[in-house]
């Protein structure tokens, strides 16, 4: 669980590169700069696996605070107070984790961070219509070691990522309704639990 909620990160703090002359270093420095500026983003996506059935979602993210919807595990962040559903137990896992822990899951300071633990380069694109960048990992503990990011080479929003793990399996994420300036408001981060008024609670705070 905890590595699709990585890949769920991963998936909005890689929406903010733009390609263009510049080389992969600095197409990384302006990343972080678009994701402060984006203000409230939010997408779908389709997730593809050999061993995972597909499956279909959505994201929020503004500024430090995020939530995923999933089939199997949604996550809700506030700034604070971090809520984990399980659909298949009917339990929520509720945290206040601290900074480190929130870096493998929060987008925000995913792509805040990212020289710390990927390096980047520019490579031919195999799906026409593209960029892509290439992301591998520093450290061979890293649960994914290559993320290949498929931008659309006309406006650069993200349109797929091809996700590796230590194991050689291949992720694949289609992103589609890709939306920046969005408005949210601090109960889109909350987890909703008149929704779930049957869920039981694990409270870790």
């Known amino acids: 669980m905890k590595t699709i909620r990585l890949i769920f990160a991963l998936v909005f703090s890689l929406t903010f ?10 197409i990384m420095d302006k990343a972080a700069n678009g994701f ?3 203000g409230g983003v939010s997408a779908t996506y389709t997730l593809i696996g ?12 503004q500024g430090n605070k995020f939530a995923i919807q999933h089939p199997m595990l949604s996550t809700w962040y506030d700034g604070k107070t971090l809520w984990n559903y399980n659909a298949d137990s009917n339990e929520v896992t509720i945290s206040n984790p601290t900074a480190s ?4 899951v929060n987008p925000y300071a995913l792509v805040s961070n990212y020289k710390s633990v990927y390096t980047s380069s520019l490579v031919k694109s195999k799906i026409k219509g593209t960029h892509c960048v290439l992301l ?3 450290s061979s503990k890293n649960a994914i070691s290559q993320i290949y990011l498929y931008l659309n080479s006309s406006n650069y929003t993200p349109v ?8 050689n399996a291949t992720t694949t994420i289609v992103i589609s309704n890709y939306k920046k300036g969005q408005k949210f408001g601090i109960t889109d981060f909350v987890f909703p639990s008149a929704k779930y008024p049957s869920a039981s609670k694990i409270d870790l705070r």
């Open 17 to 26: 590169m733009a390609v263009n002359a510049m080389n992969a270093t600095q």
């Open 36 to 38: 402060k500026s984006a």
């Open 50 to 61: 050999r061993n995972i059935a597909k499956q279909s979602g959505s994201i929020k993210v």
């Open 101 to 104: 822990e929130i870096q493998q």
């Open 136 to 138: 591998k990992a520093k």
């Open 160 to 167: 797929r990522l091809d996700i590796v793990s230590d194991g």
